[in-house]
């Protein structure tokens, strides 16, 4: 059974940790990859060629410069609603399952209420009265995509804080703050990883699907937003692919290596066991 899960997560690590570090090169990098400038116009309508590996589009932009562009907003939506949203739902998660009582049920009852708000819709109608931006799109994302992460990491803490290495730490006279971020947060950093990368890819989907319905920042590429140039300008309806598919791959790609990724960490978390997985750190 070990020897499964360890060749499960080698087979799930390898292939997400070459995806993600593949797109995470592309997109630092994408100012030297990117063999023309934004702003450069061709002979619109163009084949994928020699010159333009991607084509052109109908105003004459190069699709692949617009692909290594647009993958710098996409993955930064993603990554920073993930650290922010994630890290939300941590603080949450660790104080409503440390300190129980009052503040779970207060902390809980505010997870819930946020857990039923329409998230998109939400965002659609901020639209309406906001000038549309990645920094509003990060913003909400953020302030609605933890719940999940603050419900995990409050029932992993509920478990922690009756071991005997917190019970000690307590009588020790160390303060809850020390415990909180010295004792049990190290022991479900195996358990925020995974939340973080489903989270990461959540926040990409969303992005694509705002951007393909018109609500991303104009001003900025993203792989969302070439989507919805193709839709509006007709290369869908005349079978232009190259406008679509390939940040259509590009988003799939990356959002399987957040899945591949995520499945390496739970596997390590389920072969590694309850009883390896939580030990003291040293004080």
């Not at 990859?33 to 084509?55: N, S, V």
């Not at 207060?106 to 819930?112: A, C, Y």
């Not at 990060?138 to 609605?144: D, F, G, K, Q, Y």
């Not at 290495?165 to 004792?183: D, K, P, Q």
């Amino acid at each position: 059974m070990k020897d499964l899960i360890f060749q499960r997560k080698k087979y799930f690590t390898r292939i997400g940790g070459f995806l993600f570090i593949l797109f995470l090169l592309i997109a630092i990098f994408s100012h030297f990859i990117a063999p023309f400038q934004l702003r450069d116009r061709f002979d619109p309508f163009l084949p994928p060629g020699l010159k333009h590996l991607l084509g052109t589009n109908d105003i004459g932009n190069d699709l692949f410069t617009e692909f290594i562009y647009g993958s710098r907003t996409t993955l930064l939506v993603g990554l920073l609603t993930g650290a922010f949203a994630v890290s939300i739902g941590v603080l949450v998660g660790l104080f409503a399952g440390y300190h129980g009582g009052v503040i779970d049920e207060l902390l809980m009852g505010i997870t819930d209420v946020v857990l039923m708000i329409p998230r998109i819709p939400l965002i659609i109608v901020l639209s309406a009265f906001l000038r549309p931006s990645v920094g509003l799109m990060i913003l909400v994302m953020s302030v609605l995509w933890w719940t999940s992460t603050a419900r995990v990491i409050r029932s992993r803490t509920m478990q922690i804080r009756t071991m005997g290495f917190v019970e000690s730490a307590r009588c020790l006279g160390f303060s809850n703050w020390h415990i909180l971020f010295y004792e049990i947060l190290p022991n479900i950093v195996m358990i925020i990883i995974p939340e973080f990368l489903i989270t990461v890819a959540s926040a990409m989907i969303s992005e694509a699907s705002l951007s393909f319905l018109g609500l991303g920042d104009p001003t900025l590429k993203s792989w969302g937003m070439m989507i919805h140039h193709a839709f509006q300008r007709g290369g869908f309806l005349n079978g232009m692919w190259w406008w679509y598919i390939p940040p259509g791959m590009g988003i799939t790609l990356f959002v399987l290596s957040m899945v591949f990724l995520s499945f390496a960490f739970e596997e390590t978390e389920i072969g590694m066991g309850e009883e390896v997985a939580i030990v003291p750190f040293n004080r």
